[in-house]
């Protein structure tokens, strides 16, 4: 009997518990589906702006290397069916989207000029709605660009530079701890440069063995890039100028924009080629150049008229032509600024000496559809 009542028992104990399992199963499916239910309940909220918020940038001066960003502080009617554009305006008027901006926080790159900007809101209930217009101002490009860092130039410094109109001989800048001046746009530590065209230039250093390097802000956008570098020599002896051609491209703007010449001692262990780096000798110099253009020629040289010959060149006055495959129409000389000095229909002998003594270019142009034919000639009496 004792038997049978143990079975009876186990049995009731079982049913018990396989219910509790059923029922604690029960609760558990209505707790999750419950708090489902909730959160889509939370995220399916239409939305309805009362506040459009207020757009904040990280700063509000820039050069054209940096990087800002645009966020928006939302403070009411989040939900869902909402879209967003920032746009842009030189004015503060007239605003265009911003490319690929409609999401916030958002990452301006490269501005390279003093920009509005607002926020578009779309909120299908509530309509479009802009935040106020904010500013972010782009400093002067004289102010971005980078302080090149020398100790005193003792051990090795830039002695002459040579570019174009510049000839500008100098000592090392003791009085400068960093070893390094800039040169304002005037008289000799100055130069004009006609794009398409080719300059010589030449830099001296002094005080032994030197790497020497050059940038051109090609496109003034305040920053020395790597495909704006000539390296006019990675061991120069002192005293002796090392020098590079430079074809000033056709396709930059014109204007004024910044030669940076820097030299470092040669040194096996520490040979660098930095527009901004630090380095532990070496003195570094920069100038103010003007990039002018013939108007809107094209400077170019044909293939089949590179062989065309000026002489004598240095000219004493007199300019004669050889190797003409096809005859030229016009002669125009033009000064080192671009100015027109001389134009006359062409001839194989032509009187030049009404001009001063300086480097001039010349240019031939043909009847036919080829492009005109630039050379450079030295009047010296």
């Known amino acids: 009997m004792k038997f049978y009542l143990s079975l009876l028992c186990i049995f009731f104990c079982l049913i018990f518990d396989l219910q509790a399992q059923v029922l604690s199963g029960q609760d558990l499916t209505?707790?999750?589906?419950?708090?489902?239910?909730?959160?889509?309940?939370?995220?399916?909220?239409?939305?309805?702006?009362?506040?459009?918020?207020?757009?904040?940038?990280?700063?509000?001066?820039?050069?054209?290397?940096?990087?800002?960003?645009?966020?928006?502080?939302?403070?009411?009617?989040?939900?869902t069916g909402m879209s967003f554009q920032i746009e842009s305006s030189l004015d503060g008027i007239n605003f265009s989207n911003v490319t690929g901006a409609n999401y916030y926080p958002y990452t301006i790159k490269n501005q390279n000029t003093t920009k509005y900007y607002r926020m578009m809101v779309d909120c299908p209930t509530?309509?479009?709605?802009?935040?106020?217009?904010?500013?972010?101002?782009?400093?002067?490009?004289?102010?971005?660009?980078?302080n090149p860092l020398h100790p005193p130039c003792d051990s090795n410094y830039i002695s002459n530079v040579e570019f174009g109109n510049i000839n500008n001989s100098t000592l090392c800048a003791n009085t400068n701890?960093?070893?390094?001046?800039?040169?304002?746009?005037?008289?000799?530590?100055t130069g004009q440069f006609l794009r398409g065209l080719t300059y010589n230039l030449s830099v001296t250093t002094a005080s032994g063995n030197a790497t020497v390097q050059v940038w051109i802000d090609y496109n003034q956008n305040a920053m020395f890039e790597l495909q704006e570098l000539y390296v006019v020599s990675l061991n120069s002896p002192p005293n002796i100028s090392a020098s590079v051609p430079?074809?000033?491209p056709t396709n930059i703007?014109?204007?004024?924009?910044?030669?940076?010449?820097?030299?470092?001692?040669?040194?096996?262990a520490f040979n660098m080629i930095s527009p901004c780096d630090y380095f532990i000798s070496g003195e570094t110099e920069d100038y103010d150049i003007t990039i002018n253009s013939f108007g809107a020629t094209t400077l170019s040289e044909n293939n089949h008229e590179s062989s065309i010959v000026l002489y004598p060149n240095p000219s004493n006055g007199k300019l004669c032509f050889k190797n003409i495959s096809i005859l030229?129409?016009?002669?125009?000389?033009?000064?080192?600024?671009?100015?027109?000095?001389?134009?006359?229909?062409?001839?194989?002998?032509?009187?030049?000496?009404?001009?001063?003594?300086?480097?001039?270019?010349?240019?031939?142009d043909f009847e036919s559809n080829e492009l005109p034919l630039f050379k450079r000639i030295i009047v010296a009496y």
């Open 126 to 146: 509530s309509g479009i709605m802009f935040t106020t217009p904010i500013i972010v101002y782009n400093k002067e490009r004289v102010d971005c660009y980078c």
């Open 177 to 189: 701890a960093d070893a390094y001046t800039l040169f304002i746009d005037t008289g000799i530590s």
């Open 246 to 248: 430079i074809t000033i």
């Open 253 to 268: 703007s014109t204007g004024i924009t910044r030669l940076r010449v820097r030299c470092n001692a040669v040194d096996t």
């Open 328 to 364: 030229p129409q016009k002669v125009s000389i033009y000064d080192m600024l671009g100015n027109l000095c001389f134009k006359d229909d062409w001839k194989p002998e032509l009187d030049i000496s009404d001009l001063t003594q300086g480097s001039y270019f010349v240019k031939l």
């Open 30 to 79: 209505e707790q999750n589906t419950s708090r489902i239910i909730n959160q889509s309940n939370s995220l399916s909220v239409p939305c309805n702006v009362t506040n459009v918020g207020v757009l904040t940038t990280s700063m509000d001066s820039v050069c054209p290397a940096d990087s800002f960003i645009l966020d928006l502080v939302f403070t009411s009617g989040y939900g």
